[in-house]
């Protein structure tokens, strides 16, 4: 009888300190919504890519309509600003932090338009670079080319 009641005293408390922790972490991770300028199919794989990387982060979701990136991350170990910055680093704008150009410079021609639709429309690029000025050249998702450009079909899924 003894024994079960000491394994019932253990048991209490091992549990409260685990729901103390809990709670602990959960104080910790808090929310932060980036506007970005992603475009496009491409925008969202490379942000799929890296986001969950950068310190600190928990978890993420990407709008690709709205272009805005949802974080949410332990403040213990980041905060908005370095998010913002983390972002801007794969060549994005976030909020009023400006894409850092080098690497703007190397994302692929659709992930550099201006709006969604001057990149194919529906997050499907095969990187002709012509859609922003109203070329309607007709080959998305397809292997065709557009103007003798390689096409490229987009990864399949949803972004989170």
Do not use: W
Not at 33 to 42: A, D, L, P, Y
Not at 73 to 79: E, F, H, L, R
Not at 86 to 101: E, F, I, P, Q, T
Not at 137 to 148: E, F, L, T, V
Request: proline residues 2%; hydrophobic residues 30%.
């Amino acid at each position: 009888m003894k024994k079960i009641i000491i394994l019932a005293l253990v048991s209490l408390i091992t549990l409260g300190v685990s729901a103390q922790q809990n709670r602990t972490a959960s104080k910790n991770e808090q929310t932060v919504t980036i506007q970005t300028n992603g475009v496009c199919q491409k925008c969202a794989d490379r942000f799929k890519e890296n986001v969950p990387y950068f310190k600190g982060v928990k978890s993420y979701s990407y709008d690709m309509k709205t272009a805005k990136l949802t974080i949410n991350y332990d403040a213990k170990k980041t905060n908005p600003d370095q998010l913002r910055q983390d972002v801007s680093k794969l060549g994005y704008n976030a909020d009023n932090v400006k894409a850092d150009a080098a690497a703007r410079a190397k994302l692929p021609a659709c992930c550099r338009a201006e709006k969604a639709g001057g990149c194919c429309s529906g997050g499907q690029s095969h990187g002709c670079g012509n859609h922003g000025n109203g070329h309607g050249c007709g080959n998305h998702g397809a292997a065709k080319s557009c103007s003798g450009h390689a096409t490229t079909s987009p990864k399949s899924g949803a972004s989170k």
